[in-house]
């Protein structure tokens, strides 16, 4: 019997993947049979994933680009083609979150680097992506969205607006492109222990706040978040589109 949620001969390209969640769903991909193009600002520390991914039997490269640098992003998706001959899977990953306030407060060029880096990157690289998911005859795409994105965050208000954008273009994506056979999803993650979040979850009154209302007693970790990656770019995911799935240990549950 054919596995459903195997990648075995599949290509993807994951953002944000020297760390964190995107580094986490590398690996499984990696796990999983897939080809994986990683990518994120700094070569080096791509180049330690890659690394250990290929001496381990995996086939993974690693592309620096900058998520808010449309050519570079561009030039991301020539090379992964170059080099693996095809696209089928994209992972939006990539994210900033460089004000902790309120938005009144922030200045433009916060709104401005937040706005490029975590929403028309993503455009960007999924307009690049999908002429070659087109060619090759379907394909799928994953944004990492945020819970915040449903309900906005506290002293995060950019970021949680950019992250109500990217759902919304995941669901206008979903209907835009279900002709073309692919599927686009989004994953909405609570508080996970990552260093992109460490300012949250290092803050002991927050975390204690957060704790309190987590049905499941914890954070979550970048693993918690590789299951649902797999299955939406996996044959299993085939007639699932437009959905967000939430993955926060029941927090927005707002359970007391």
């Known amino acids: 019997m054919t596995n459903p949620f195997d990648l075995s001969g599949r290509v993807a390209i994951v953002t944000g993947a020297s760390r964190g969640i995107g580094e986490a769903i590398a690996r499984q991909y990696v796990a999983a049979g897939a080809k994986v193009a990683l990518s994120s600002r700094k070569q080096d520390a791509l180049d330690a994933v890659a690394d250990e991914l290929r001496a381990a039997g995996g086939q993974a490269i690693a592309i620096a680009a900058h998520n808010g ?4 992003l561009q030039s991301l998706v020539k090379q992964t083609l170059t080099h693996f001959g095809k696209l089928d899977i994209l992972v939006n990953n990539a994210a900033t979150n460089p004000h902790f306030g309120t938005i009144l407060e922030a200045d433009d060029s916060y709104w401005r680097k937040t706005l490029d880096v975590n929403l028309m990157g993503n455009v960007w690289l999924t307009q690049a992506a999908v002429n070659a998911m087109r060619a090759d005859g379907g394909g799928k795409i994953i944004n990492v969205a945020s819970i915040v994105g449903l309900d906005p965050g506290r002293w995060q208000g950019i ?42 979850w290092t803050h002991e009154d927050l975390l204690h706040e957060i704790l309190a209302r987590t049905p499941a007693g914890r954070i979550g970790r970048p693993d918690d978040m590789t299951g649902i990656a797999q299955f939406l770019a996996s044959s299993a995911s085939d007639f699932t589109t437009g959905a967000v799935f939430v993955l926060d240990g029941g927090l927005s549950l707002g359970s007391i």
Request: charged share 15%; net charge positive; no cysteine.
């Open 159 to 200: 970021y949680s607006i950019t992250k109500s954008a990217v759902i919304s273009l995941t669901k206008t994506l979903a209907v835009e492109l279900g002709a073309d056979n692919i599927q686009v999803n989004a994953i909405a993650p609570g508080l996970v222990k990552t260093k992109f979040a460490q300012a949250l």
């Open 69 to 72: 640098d449309k050519a570079a």
